[in-house]
């Protein structure tokens, strides 16, 4: 399984079928179309590949994107997990957007075998979106390529799309974006300095810097599991179980910023510069100002408590698959 740069990169005499999208969150409904895409491949006899567009093209066409629901390298990571033979990561800029769908599907066939490209009935590419499923399905016939079509995938009587799910964690419905996911909802920072105040009140943390928005829930105290390390983003060297306070520090009269810092169980090692990942189990409280230090440090135990009792039936499922 490769990952490429641009479309242009894909290898010459490539046979190849594709599925283009953002796919941010990598969520149920893009999980069905990547399993049509890789059974379209195994009936064609050729590559599957999926075309991932970097950034959100919102961003390029309106100056302001929606906030990320995954990381890219898990993104990518995911597609492949999935069945996606091969992943391009694709640079959408303002040049990218005013090719036509006709002058893309051309670009893609040059010197390689476009054998078939896998669409939803929402998706569309090109100059304006005029690249629709029934312009392509013309194409197609004019080309000579197959089109599979992917139909919109419905849970509670409404379509899985990002959107919902970028909806859903905001408003603090975790088990709702979870549903939708197909995992618990999760985002990659990287660990930076703060102000040592943990440490002094015994719950030391790492303090996460964010190189793009992300999606995040309601200010609070939340139950997560955190990883590190390894070779890539679904195969960590390192986890641990742990608290979470997402927020403005209201007791130490927060200047409005939201910081996220986690506590990990059981760790006193140096994360400065890491990228961990913090898997948000559960919501235990809304965020609140608290009159002293002493008061803050007693609920500060009893969160850890009980975060300790939410995730010890994760940690022993873990652990039973590990032994297997």
């Known amino acids: ?47 599957a590949v999926a075309i991932t567009l970097e950034p959100h093209p919102e961003k390029v066409l309106r100056g302001v994107g929606p906030a990320a629901l995954c990381d890219p390298a898990e993104r990518i990571e995911r597609l492949k997990a999935l069945g996606a033979g091969s992943v391009v990561v694709q640079r959408f800029d303002q040049a990218f957007a005013a090719q036509s769908a006709e002058t893309f599907l051309t670009r893609l066939g040059v010197g390689r075998h476009l054998a078939g490209l896998v669409m939803s009935p929402e998706s569309a590419f090109g100059r304006d979106r005029k690249g629709t499923l029934g312009r392509i399905r013309t194409i197609a016939a004019e080309r000579g390529f197959e089109l599979s079509e992917v139909p919109p995938l419905e849970m ?27 995992r618990r909802y999760a985002v990659v920072g990287t660990v930076v300095h703060g102000d040592g105040r943990g440490r002094g009140m015994g719950y030391a943390t790492a303090n996460f810097a964010f190189a793009e928005p992300v999606v995040l829930p309601p200010n609070g105290v939340f139950a997560v599991r955190v990883t590190w390390g390894g070779p890539g983003p679904l195969t960590p060297a390192h986890r641990r179980d742990g608290v979470a306070s997402l927020g403005v520090r209201p007791t130490f009269g927060g200047d409005g910023e939201r910081l996220l810092e986690a506590h990990l169980f059981d760790f006193d090692g140096d994360l400065y510069g890491e990228r961990l990942r913090v898997e948000f189990v559960r919501r235990q409280r809304g965020e609140k100002r608290f009159g002293s230090i002493t008061s803050l440090i007693r609920q500060m135990d009893r969160d850890a408590a009980r975060a300790r009792i ?9 652990a039973t698959r590990r032994a297997r």
């Not at 939410?310 to 873990?318: E, F, G, M, T, V």
């Open 1 to 47: 399984m490769t990952t490429v740069l641009d479309i242009d990169a894909l290898p010459a005499g490539l046979r190849f079928v594709a599925t283009v999208g953002v796919f941010d969150g990598v969520h149920r409904g893009h999980a069905r179309v990547i399993s049509v895409l890789a059974a379209l491949a195994r009936q064609c006899s050729a590559t």
């Open 310 to 318: 939410i995730l010890a039936p994760l940690r022993d499922r873990s």
């Open 156 to 182: 509670g009587d409404e379509r899985v799309s990002s959107t919902r799910i970028r909806q859903a964690v905001e408003a603090g419905h975790l088990s709702d974006a979870a549903r939708l996911l197909d």
